[in-house]
């Protein structure tokens, strides 16, 4: 009796577990709102950052991913976010006289990530995540219009997703991005070294 019962158990357990990860298996779509806070190091004639400048900033974004199930209480999605909208990435004045300002942006923002996930419980998932991190950088300033260049990077996260039914979820992230240098040409010699912080809040729907 003990035998039959102890198997029971262990066939519900199996059950239970197959039924919880398939709440985070396959497609689904969701919306954010990003709030991304900026550092960026600037050098010039290749000589150590003489100054950093930094901004805070609002946004939103959309997000897809598909999830594939890797055992009974771990889930490995792959994705996709694109901005909705720009991130700043700071100011500087060049010029006391005239109050010119360099102004940082950061546009046409997407990631490419992966996502290892497991199950805390019946509803919720805690995932690392790991991007490709890909943007277009402009720097303007009063009278010399627009200097723009791709910019790139990796971005290492982590998060939580918790079910409130069986189709849609909310989403707690933070994330650090880490761009590759690069040269606006907006000040003579000068380049630049973003780095931000995202945090994310979302909500999503499984298809």
């Keep these: ?3 039959t019962f102890a198997a029971a158990v ?3 357990s199996c059950v239970s577990a197959s039924a919880q990860i398939t709440n985070f298996e396959g497609f689904s779509g969701s919306l ?3 709030t991304t806070s900026t550092n960026s190091k600037l050098s010039a004639d290749g000589q150590s950052a003489f100054d950093s400048i930094g901004q805070q900033s609002w946004n939103g974004s959309v997000q897809v991913a598909y999830g594939f199930a890797a055992s009974q209480s771990a889930v ?3 994705g996709g976010t694109y ?3 720009d991130s700043k990435g700071g100011e500087i004045g060049v010029n006391s006289s005239t109050s010119s300002t360099i102004r940082i942006r950061a546009k046409s923002v997407f990631s490419l990530y ?3 996930g497991f199950l805390l419980n019946d509803k919720t998932l805690a995932y690392g995540k790991l991007s490709y991190e890909d943007a277009k950088g402009t720097g303007s300033l009063p009278g010399e219009g627009k200097r723009s260049r791709s910019m790139s990077g990796i971005g290492f996260g982590a998060g939580f997703r918790t079910m409130l039914n069986k189709t849609s979820f909310i989403q707690l992230e933070i994330k ?3 761009y590759k240098r690069i040269d606006l040409l907006v000040i003579e010699g000068a380049s630049f070294k973003p780095k931000a912080t995202l945090g994310t809040i979302g909500f999503g729907i499984n298809f």
């Design 83 to 85: 901005a909705l909208g």
């Design 1 to 3: 009796m003990k035998k």
């Design 114 to 116: 992966v996502e290892p």
């Design 176 to 178: 650090q991005v880490n």
């Design 10 to 12: 262990a066939i519900f």
């Design 32 to 34: 954010n709102l990003n």
């Design 76 to 78: 490995v999605s792959v």
